[in-house]
């Protein structure tokens, strides 16, 4: 028999997880990068995410099209630039130390 989540053995074992959620603060992880290591990850603003994310798209699209060796450069490119836009981490933003992301 499993103990229910409010009983003291199984505070002991593992959280109730909306206890957890509410001791976050009702946060969210919204994003995987979020999901890892917070907030403090992103680095890209909103409007630079989505440019990111729909070029990167459209690169990774058109170099998975062309089928060819010729087609991997765009392609891993605009995989690069989809990732960014979806986490809203840059790597080379990191590493220079900038971040046009909104404080929050």
Known sequence: MVAPYN??????????????????????????????????????????RIVSAVAGGVLLLHGLSCRSLSGWLPAIFGSCLLYRGVTGHCQVFDALGVSTAEAT
């Not at 593992?14 to 992103?42: F, H, K, M, V, Y």
Request: glycine share 10%.
């Open 7 to 48: 009983s003291p053995a199984a505070s002991t074992v593992r959280q109730n997880p909306i206890s957890q959620w509410e001791d976050d603060g009702g946060a969210l992880p919204t994003s995987p990068a979020n999901a890892l290591c917070g907030a403090s990850c992103i680095n890209v603003g909103n409007a630079e």
